[in-house]
């Protein structure tokens, strides 16, 4: 009877791990496999660094036990921001790796190489790291969420602060050829309307490009009043730096993905980025205001044993740590239902989630008509040694 009874458990138990297995691909009873792909090299590894800690952060969450008793196996790969790795990678990550899902994704064109395939594949692409505003539009991108401001709602914010505080000036825009760059002058163009051609000037690069120097130069001759960089942190350092060499003192405004101190301001120079602006999701881990903020200790202790020896002035690795928490926030909503059907239906069930290291007043929901984790920012200006927040949390439709 026992013998028999056991083996009718045994059954059982093989029948419902079965069910795991082909309801929940990449999902044991001990482990999740998540896939991300990252330029860890190439023109925009500045940027990669957001994978290093969100690399750094899983390996915490494994310490700590992992989450409902299953160890998360963060699988990431390097594209070197070019598309057709991407798509590469992509594929391995599905079929080889077999990933559950796909995780803060990082890079405009990796991303938008790789979404049909893996909508083709069902496998949900969460939290990813681009602010193109096509990926918002839920319809299309059904197993999509996105992690960045999107660059129609940050250049709209940007576009309202310089009409307010340069009436009258011009404006230049220095943008990267591609998806990320054109959102930018798309929204100036939307909301300037028939006042963009008087009052706009633009100049574009590719990634491949050694400097924008020749750009900067272009843009100095038409006497515009303020310089808006779209596009990564290496071109957004080179353009500061020729900006001053050039003696032209326009106010200087970069995108969110630039906005790093370690990655864009010190190799342009601290002093000479003063007065630079730039509309951030989190706090800076740098800035003595945060000294005795809970969210900002519990980073530097994390970065003490997880990562020593990085630049803390870098935003991506607080950003990369950032994700990692929401990573977390996602598994735990999910609880043991790890299908892929409910991991997408969980990450547009967020519900005023608050994350420590993002700045007060700014919390994340989704829903199933809005899949971006991140629609407010605030602005800053740098000081010369820090960060000068002002004005309010800001969204699109901000006056």
């Not at 914010?157 to 591609?178: R, S």
């Not at 730096?241 to 101190?261: C, D, F, Q, T």
Request: glycine share 8%; proline share 4%; charged share 20%.
């Amino acid at each position: 009877m026992c013998r028999a009874f056991t083996t009718v458990c045994a059954f059982t138990l093989a029948l419902v791990t079965s069910a795991i297995a082909a309801d929940a691909p990449g999902v044991t009873t001990t482990e999740i496999k998540v896939g991300g792909i990252f330029p860890f090299s190439g023109p925009a590894s500045s940027i990669g660094l957001v994978g290093r800690g969100i690399l750094a952060y899983v390996q915490s969450i494994n310490d700590r036990g992992g989450i409902n008793g299953r160890k998360i196996t963060y699988v990431a790969y390097d594209d070197n921001y070019s598309p057709p790795k991407s798509v590469e990678h992509a594929r391995k990550l599905v079929e080889s790796d077999e990933v559950a899902f796909m995780f803060s994704q990082l890079g405009t064109p990796g991303n938008t190489a790789t979404a049909k395939y893996l909508k083709s594949r069902g496998v949900p692409t969460i939290a990813i790291v681009s602010g193109s505003s096509k990926f918002t539009d839920v319809a299309n991108f059904p197993l999509t969420t996105t992690s960045l401001v999107s660059y129609d709602t940050e250049a709209k914010i940007y576009a309202k602060f310089l009409t307010k505080t340069l009436p009258d000036a011009k404006y230049a825009i220095l943008y990267q050829n591609d998806d990320l760059g054109k959102d930018y002058v798309n929204a100036f163009k939307e909301l300037l309307n028939s006042d963009f051609d008087k009052k706009v000037v633009t100049a574009s690069y590719e990634v491949t490009e050694p400097t924008v120097d020749s750009q900067v130069v272009g843009l100095k001759s038409s006497g515009a009043g303020a310089l808006l960089v779209a596009g990564t942190p290496k071109f957004a350092a080179q353009a500061i730096r020729k900006a001053h060499e050039l003696n032209w003192k326009a106010l200087i405004v970069l995108n969110y993905p630039s906005g790093s101190v370690g990655a864009t301001l010190k190799p342009a120079g601290l002093d000479i980025s003063t007065g630079v602006v730039v509309g951030t999701i989190t706090k800076d881990a740098t800035d003595s205001i945060w000294d005795q903020d809970e969210g900002m200790k519990n980073f530097r202790a994390f970065v003490d044993k997880y990562m020593p020896g990085i630049d803390i002035a870098d935003n991506n690795y607080l950003f990369g740590y950032t994700q990692g928490m929401l990573l977390e926030q996602l598994i735990k909503q999910c609880g043991d239902d790890l299908s892929r059907q409910n991991i997408i239906k969980q990450a547009r069930n967020f519900r005023d989630v608050v994350l420590p290291t993002v700045q007060p007043g700014i919390k994340v929901n989704t829903t199933d008509k809005v899949n971006m984790d991140f629609t407010q920012m605030r602005l800053q200006r740098w000081t010369g040694t820090h960060w000068d927040l002002f004005g309010e949390v800001l969204d699109a439709a901000s006056e």
